[in-house]
């Protein structure tokens, strides 16, 4: 098994350009995350999705899109990319999820670096 | 006031040495607690949860102090490859959401 695969690794912008990152698992879980981590700030939630066609605002969503068209991808876009998106992105998937009675490990993928000038 | 604090560090100690660090939570309604290890530019991973009558994994101890709204982690005869960042988490059930302290980096020195 993959786990949690996000493509692409790193990626350069120019501000206002658009940009798509894939997320994608093969453990056959409910829940995803995307989240992004900033020096000094830990991570923060962008958006996550309970299930495949629904998806949520979490703590940090202005400037981000979500879908999650197929259970097992969870895509995230910058409309107009802006120097405040530089920053690693990480994606996460749970099985139960957070409103489940027994809290299930959120697995992460490794991360995209990405960078807006 | 960030909701999850945790003193960022470094914690520079020697191999074999007994390190521990706390964690402070602002939000009472917080619902279960964990420890993430976060190795450099790779991605969190869990280490622990921490549960309200304190537990253990091998070298590692977690406590909860609900009261005091504090978690810690205590690393016994720490090891080289302990070194890494440590990520206090909280779940907050009502909100549907996992908070992440900023971590606290330990370096551990032969």
């Known amino acids: 098994n993959a786990g949690v695969t996000q493509t692409p690794k790193f990626r350069v912008l120019k501000t206002g350009q658009s940009m798509t990152l894939l997320c994608a698992q093969d453990?056959?879980?409910?829940?995803m995350y995307w989240y992004r981590q900033d020096p000094g700030m830990g991570l923060r939630l962008i958006h996550y999705?309970?299930?495949?066609?629904?998806?949520a605002k979490g703590e940090v969503p202005d400037g981000y899109n979500v879908s999650r068209l197929k259970k097992q991808n969870f895509l995230l876009g910058l409309e107009s990319a802006a120097p405040s998106q530089t920053s690693v992105y990480f994606c996460?998937?749970?099985?139960?999820?957070?409103?489940?009675?027994?809290?299930?490990?959120?697995?992460f993928g490794p991360g995209t670096r990405l960078t807006v000038l | 006031r960030k909701e999850v604090e945790q003193d960022p560090g470094p914690f520079n100690v020697p191999e074999g040495a007994t390190v521990a660090f706390n964690c402070t939570y602002s939000?009472?309604?917080?619902?279960?607690f964990f420890w993430y290890r976060q190795d450099c530019r790779k991605e969190p991973k869990l280490l622990m949860s921490?549960?309200?009558s304190g537990n253990e994994d091998g070298r590692f101890t977690a406590q909860l102090n609900r009261a005091s709204q504090y978690i810690s982690l205590l690393i016994r005869d720490s090891k080289l490859s302990d070194s890494a960042t440590y990520l206090c988490?909280?779940?907050?059930?009502?909100?549907?959401?996992?908070?992440f302290g900023s971590g606290t980096r330990l370096q551990v020195q032969p």
């Open positions: 939000n009472s309604a917080s619902q279960s």
């Open positions: 988490v909280v779940l907050d059930m009502g909100r549907r959401a996992l908070t």
């Open positions: 996460a998937s749970s099985y139960l999820g957070l409103a489940g009675v027994r809290y299930n490990e959120q697995f």
């Open positions: 999705s309970v299930g495949e066609g629904t998806t």
């Open positions: 921490v549960y309200s």
């Open positions: 453990m056959n879980h409910e829940y």
